[in-house]
């Protein structure tokens, strides 16, 4: 059965910082490129960020850029997104993904979805 388990959400005041997690399992992780979407309340999901399967190709949207950080472990089958300078407008359920080819990941076309982890920005 394929899990992607996310983790490390919460509550944090504007320009904190959070670790997000995403175990995955039940395929083989170095094989898929993986990435971040978000989706806030009332709102469509929006891509985050992406990596390819070897770590050293990372793509990030506009409204991120310099404040997070996509990377992944190969031997723990796990994806990270560290996140800095938190907003207000950071706010929303983040959910990590897995698809076969990066750009179509970038694009928004995925395998494997995780149940997501809420983020909450708020002083």
């Known amino acids: 059965e394929v899990q992607l388990v996310e983790s490390g959400g919460g509550m944090v005041q504007p320009g904190g910082s959070l670790r997000l997690s995403c175990a995955a399992s039940g395929f083989t992780f170095s094989m898929y490129d993986m990435s971040w979407v978000r989706q806030a309340p009332g709102k469509g999901p929006e891509w985050v960020s992406a990596?390819?399967?070897?770590?050293?190709?990372?793509y990030y949207a506009d409204s991120v850029k310099g404040r997070f950080t996509i990377s992944r472990d190969n031997a723990k089958n796990t994806v990270y997104l560290q996140m800095n300078s938190l907003k207000p407008e950071d706010t929303a359920v983040y959910y990590c993904?897995?698809?076969?080819?990066?750009?179509?990941?970038?694009?928004?076309?995925?395998?494997?979805w995780g149940q997501g982890t809420q983020v909450t920005v708020s002083s």
């Open positions: 990596i390819n399967t070897g770590g050293g190709n990372t």
């Open positions: 993904n897995a698809g076969s080819d990066f750009w179509a990941v970038v694009a928004g076309s995925y395998d494997y």
